[in-house]
């Protein structure tokens, strides 16, 4: 199916520049090798797996199969997902596989516990991963632990970043070291303070999603109502984060996963920020094989494949009232399903 991304608003500011945004031309395939974890996040997006058949792994023959299909259709970016894939099995040598095939780009999505083991970090980066993308949420030890029911989960988290940024500044990780912070009623209004902690570990790359109402955070209604909070309510807050970074933090900073009219004012009259700002005006073309999806889903050999940005328009997301005469409603995916059910539509407008 042929690709139908975000229209980039025209990058140019009020002076006729564009600004230096680096963007990434690589296809990109997500695998997503299984869903067991070794964290139980509230909010977490696979939902309440349960017996067996959610803690099944993919196995490396299909890994790898599925890495040359994707190399002939043109991707040359991969990323390993779960569930949690530092804890399977056969992480590294599909590494290594994806390397030998001609992947230029190897990134492993993780929540990080793994990574307070220096070795384990050392064996990732030998067989080829050039990125990491750590999920961490908050600063604060009690509210990680709160979000992930790990205890002592910002402790390794952090001891992780530590190792993985040496590794970095060994000149070993090309495509950087990001930590990725899901945006939740229990963090929105600290995300400056964030910043601060994370960018004086070394971090300089850091993207932040709202919420997304599924899995738990939509099954379980109580966990929904006490987690998501409004647009509204977050806007004033990256607003503080845009101002923070333009003048001091300088690092490389996204917000994903919210419609274009949630966003504070400020982006939104100045499209150069818009593009700077907005993380899905930057994200890889994306194709998705996700094991042990559900079995009205998946194909014959257990994996779901479809493309990212066609799902969310499609299935994920929905356009709402104000979306009919918006001036952005070619560029803006919309408004996450589950959103509407709990909040409604009274907070959006046409742009």
């Given amino acids: 199916m042929e690709r139908r991304l975000p229209v980039v608003p025209d990058g140019r500011d009020e002076f006729g520049h564009v600004p230096e945004v680096a963007f990434d031309a690589r296809r990109n395939l997500e695998l997503n090798v299984g869903m067991a974890c070794n964290n139980a996040c509230v909010f977490c997006v696979s939902g309440l797996p349960e017996g067996k058949e959610s803690r099944r792994w993919l196995p490396l023959e299909k890994a790898v199969r599925e890495l040359d299909v994707a ?9 390993f997902l779960g569930g949690e894939p530092t804890i399977w099995p056969e992480l590294l040598p599909a590494v290594r596989h994806a390397r030998a095939r001609g992947y230029t780009r ?15 970090v050392r064996a990732l980066v030998d067989a080829g991963v050039t990125r990491f993308a750590v999920s961490v949420h908050s600063h604060r030890a009690e509210i990680e632990h709160e979000l992930t029911k790990v205890p002592d989960a910002l402790e390794r988290k952090v001891a992780g970043l530590r190792h993985l940024l040496a590794e970095r500044a060994a000149g070993r990780l090309p495509d950087n070291v990001s930590i990725n912070p899901v945006l939740n009623r229990r963090t ?60 001091r933090f300088k690092i490389h900073l996204t917000f994903g996963e919210m419609p274009l009219c949630g966003l504070p004012e400020e982006l939104l009259r100045r499209p150069a920020l818009l593009r700077k700002y907005v993380g899905e005006f930057q994200d890889l073309t994306t194709d998705v094989a996700l094991f042990a999806a559900p079995r009205r889903e998946q194909g014959q050999d257990g994996l779901d494949r479809f493309n990212w940005q066609d799902r969310k328009r499609g299935q994920l997301k929905q356009p709402v009232q104000a979306c009919t005469t918006c001036r952005f409603g070619g560029t803006c995916f919309g408004v996450a399903r589950g959103y509407v059910a709990l909040h409604g539509e009274q907070e959006f407008r046409p742009l």
């Fill in 71 to 79: 190399f002939e259709r043109g991707c040359r970016s991969v990323g």
């Fill in 106 to 120: 190897v990134a492993v999505c993780s929540n990080g516990m793994r990574y307070d083991d220096a070795a384990f």
């Fill in 188 to 247: 929105y209004a600290e995300v400056v303070e964030f910043i601060t902690f994370f960018v004086a570990l070394g971090v300089d790359d850091i993207r932040f999603n709202f919420i997304r109402p599924e899995g738990k955070a939509e099954i379980e209604h109580d966990i929904a109502r006490a987690i998501i909070p409004t647009f509204t309510q977050v806007a004033p807050y990256i607003r503080r984060a845009v101002a923070a970074n333009e003048r």
